[in-house]
Nanobody
Framework: QVQLVESGGGLVQAGGSLRLSCAAS????????MGWYRQGPGKQRELVAV?????????ADSVKGRFTISRDNANAKNMVYLQMNSLKPEDTAVYYC??????????WGQGTQVTVSS
């Protein structure tokens, strides 16, 4: 089992920045993919950015150049971050931390609200 705790959401004006953090605990030795999804009002959940243990990264086209995902697995830490710059009202959503083990088991955080005002 893996537990995920997110933090860093909030209300920000368009053009502003936020940094989301996610701390993973539990069976963390088996984590392969760590990243972020989001679900906006009336929309389906979509990928924002993911990072694999091998170092590859995948971003949604809508956030490329504005969002940066990073991962810290050093010194027994298992963190994944999402730095969000130049935020737009359409970035408003609940952001979910996501991890997938090498066996393909997926885990989700409880979600953190990001609201961007125009």
């Amino acid at each position: 089992q893996v537990q995920l705790v997110e933090s860093g959401g909030g209300l920000v004006q368009a053009g502003g920045s936020l940094r989301l953090s996610c701390a993973a605990s539990g069976s963390i030795f088996s984590l392969n993919v760590m990243g972020w999804y989001r679900q906006g009002p009336g929309k389906q959940r979509e990928l924002v950015a993911v990072n694999t243990s091998g170092g590859s990264t995948n971003y949604a086209d809508s956030v490329k150049g504005r969002f940066t995902i990073s991962r810290d697995n050093a010194n027994a830490k298992n963190m994944v971050y999402l730095q969000m710059n130049s935020l737009k009202p359409e970035d408003t959503a609940v952001y979910y931390c996501y991890v997938r083990s090498y066996r393909g088991i997926e885990y989700w955080g409880q979600g953190t609200q990001v609201t961007v005002s125009s």
